[in-house]
């Protein structure tokens, strides 16, 4: 689903006037989460997930084929644990295809 479709969605699920209010809303709500993980803290909506910035190691590895080594630096990602009431809702959805 592409952004205007969810922004479509979202709107019609949220009861929002116009798409620019939809648009606004999902704004925010990124802007937030990127702020809060950026500051390390974690976003926790009970029943839909948490979102959260975790420290991944770096790692040392070879390229296929070649002598060549490389080494990768810790570096803060962002991790989202989905919650039990939107695991349940997936897991309750019929089981089809995926459209291309």
Not at 19 to 45: D, I, M, P, Q, Y
């Amino acid at each position: 689903m592409k952004k205007l479709e969810f922004l479509d969605l979202m709107q019609k699920e949220g009861g929002f006037k116009d798409k620019k209010e939809t648009e606004l809303a999902l704004n925010g709500f990124v802007k937030a989460v990127e702020k809060a993980l950026s500051g390390h803290e974690s976003v926790e909506l009970v029943g839909f997930g948490k979102f959260e910035a975790v420290l991944q190691k770096g790692k040392k590895g070879k390229v296929p084929g070649s002598d060549k080594s490389y080494t990768t630096k810790d570096k803060m990602v962002p991790k989202f644990k989905p919650g039990k009431v939107l695991k349940d809702v997936v897991a309750a959805s019929k089981v089809t295809k995926k459209k291309k």
